[in-house]
């Protein structure tokens, strides 16, 4: 760094030189001198003349050259002196971590704070080492160099590592230039940030280092090489071994896993599609299309993961349908047998081979990412395997059923029976043993009904069934007989007392009914006259007979009551206007008269007298009128 720019960047401008140095060479901080040039210091960097500025100045306390420019370098040598005099006292100072050993094995050592001991500041020797301060630490000696601007450049920590002695270079750059005493002790034992120019432990581990990759470098080419040998065996052995499969013979006569349901579905004919790889798999391609079609489209065996070749491939590998030396074959083995055997593709290529074979024919439909079976026919395979799982639940039912009637049934009379030898022995209206009858739609339903028969009838709640299915319930079916004929029996004897509770409630009923409006001699002739509209049967008769009965009974006795009142009525009506007449013939007619006229027959009443004609107002002014007549006749006479 020239004059001009470490004035720029250190002169009094930009940092004070708050240090002077004194006569005896020890350095004097801004606050213990007195002012102007009775300071008696020079510049540490220049040994110029320098003044004291106060605050009596009227400006911030600082050293200024005495009659001409700042040299610049004055607070940078003053971090140096000061650096260099915090070690005099053989301080405690923190060393950078570092690579090094461990049992042959580079590992990093950490961060430390260790003790030192002043040896002497800058040491030099023969090589030319001048280091700004040479120490002792942990037992071996120890350089350390403090950089303010000028950092140890390779020729520098070339000689350093030929000397073999440990260097340390402490970085004060970012240190303020006029930091005080403490602040730069602070920084350059512990703070400021340093790192190892030399130490034979990092040469050791570097050495180490260095003949570690060398050595793993070794170990990978051996790999490679040995991975390369391995690669040109497996395809060597891999075409080889699809050459030998090809030319291998296989019978016509194969079984096709669930041919019936894929007939069914129409999806036979898609199967036995020879596809490049085919020969990998252990069965002809029929078998293996056809579990694909089965348990993987319509099955849905592999769940909710996609139906995509290589999850097929590993059902199909579970399954046992891929040959041994075409397991799992890299990519990179199968290209290269490729390029030897056009007619070879790994397994699951093969998969994606017949996949891409169902699409063009309308077999498989793409839905987003994944492929399914087309709705022509996955609709109809869907539909005959619910009937067959409905069939084959039907036949498990009865089954359990018919094991439950067998466990019910005496052991002398079930005879060595079981629901197994019942499925295999003969239905005897089909012909069929009754495990495939229980799987037929004709005959199934039949079965299971009178099967469930049976079964009510042991548990005492249904008819005799019309026939045993060869199981051993014949006397059984004998001792339900005796049962519902004793059950009947008790039936009717229980009907008959119930019928005869209820005639004698509806009887009580109805008396009660009949109590309430009658009495006497006319409750009596009333409950025990037969009657025309009755059918000859007295009301208490009809009562007794039927709900019906009694309902007709009680309209009997309210039309009755109803009479009776009326007529009670009527009389009252009459007695009232009979006392009328008669009191008004006797006031109004002579003792005689009065008599002759109530008893007197007249043809205007029906040759009736009066007190027998009067029974209402209508009929009581009329023989008012009469009255009238009679009396003008006494008046006369």
């Known amino acids: 760094m020239d004059h001009d720019q470490a004035q720029k960047s250190y002169g009094t401008d930009r940092a004070r030189l708050v240090y002077g140095k004194r006569p005896d060479g020890t350095l004097a901080h801004i606050g213990e001198v007195t002012r102007g040039l009775a300071c008696g210091c020079v510049c540490p960097a220049c040994d110029g003349q320098i003044v004291a500025r106060l605050k009596d100045d009227q400006q911030v306390p600082h050293f200024a050259h005495h009659g001409g420019e700042a040299c610049g370098g004055g607070p940078e040598t003053v971090l140096h002196l000061l650096a260099k005099e915090a070690f005099r006292s053989s301080p405690t100072m923190v060393l950078p971590e570092r690579p090094g050993l461990n049992n042959k094995r580079v590992v990093t050592k950490p961060t430390r704070e260790v003790q030192t001991e002043f040896l002497r500041l800058e040491y030099t020797d023969p090589k030319t080492i001048i280091p700004d301060l040479y120490v002792r630490a942990l037992g071996y000696d120890l350089f350390v160099e403090v950089?303010?601007?000028?950092?140890?450049?390779?020729?520098?920590?070339?000689?350093?590592?030929?000397?073999?002695?440990p260097a340390v270079e402490i970085d004060l750059s970012k240190l303020p230039r006029d930091s005080l005493r403490d602040a730069i002790a602070e920084a350059v034992l512990k703070t400021a940030r340093r790192h190892w120019l030399y130490h034979p432990g990092i040469e050791a581990a570097r050495a180490q280092q260095e003949a570690d990759e060398i050595a793993w470098q070794k170990e990978q080419d051996r790999l490679l090489a040995a991975a390369a040998a391995k690669h040109r065996t497996r395809v060597e052995e891999t075409a080889s071994a699809y050459r030998q499969a090809l030319a291998k013979p296989v019978g016509r006569d194969i079984a096709i896993p669930r041919q019936?349901?894929?007939?069914?579905?129409?999806?036979l004919e898609y199967i036995g599609y020879e596809v490049a790889g085919f020969a990998c798999f252990s069965e002809r391609p029929a078998v293996w299309q056809a579990i694909i079609l089965a348990e993987i489209f319509h099955d849905r065996c592999l769940g909710n993961a996609l139906c995509k070749s290589v999850p097929i491939a590993n059902h199909l590998e579970k399954r046992r349908l891929i040959q041994k030396p075409f397991l799992r074959v890299s990519s990179d083995v199968a290209e290269d047998v490729t390029a030897i055997d056009a007619r070879f593709a790994p397994a699951w290529k093969a998969v994606d081979n017949y996949l891409k074979y169902l699409l063009g024919e309308g077999v498989l439909v793409q839905q987003g990412y994944d492929v399914a079976l087309a709705v022509t026919f996955a609709k109809p395979w869907s539909a005959r395997t619910l009937a067959e799982k409905e069939r084959t639940a039907a036949m498990h039912a009865a089954v359990q059923d018919v094991e439950w009637i067998l466990g019910e049934l005496p052991d002398n009379e079930r005879a060595g029976m079981t629901g197994e030898v019942w499925l295999q022995s003969i239905h005897q209206e089909s012909g069929l043993p009754y495990r495939k009858a229980l799987l037929s739609d004709i005959e199934s339903p039949k079965i299971v009904g009178q099967v469930e028969k049976i079964g009510a009838m042991l548990k005492?709640?249904?008819?005799?069934?019309?026939?045993?299915?060869?199981?051993?319930?014949?006397?059984?079916?004998?001792?339900r007989k005796v049962q519902m004929a004793k059950q009947a029996e008790g039936r009717r004897e229980k009907q008959l007392q119930e019928a005869i509770r209820n005639r004698q409630s509806r009887r009580d009923r109805f008396c009660v009914d009949v109590e309430k409006d009658l009495s006497g001699p006319e409750l009596d002739a009333f409950l025990n006259t037969k009657r025309a509209d009755m059918n000859d049967m007295s009301p208490v008769e009809l009562a007794e007979d039927s709900d019906a009965g009694l309902t007709r009974a009680r309209e009997a006795l309210s039309t009755f009551v109803r009479q009776r009142r009326r007529e009670a009525e009527a009389a009252a009506e009459k007695a009232k206007y009979h006392d009328k007449i008669a009191d008004l013939a006797k006031g109004r007619l002579s003792h005689e008269d009065a008599i002759a006229f109530l008893k007197a027959r007249e043809d205007d009443f029906g040759r009736m007298s009066p007190l027998q004609y009067v029974k209402d107002e209508s009929t009581f002014q009329k023989a008012c009128t009469k009255l009238a007549q009679w009396e003008k006749l006494a008046r006369r006479s």
């Open 147 to 165: 950089a303010v601007t000028h950092f140890a450049d390779d020729a520098k920590i070339q000689r350093i590592r030929e000397h073999k002695i």
């Open 260 to 267: 019936a349901e894929l007939q069914a579905i129409g999806l």
């Open 460 to 479: 005492g709640q249904g008819p005799l069934p019309p026939a045993t299915l060869g199981l051993p319930v014949e006397a059984a079916i004998a001792r």
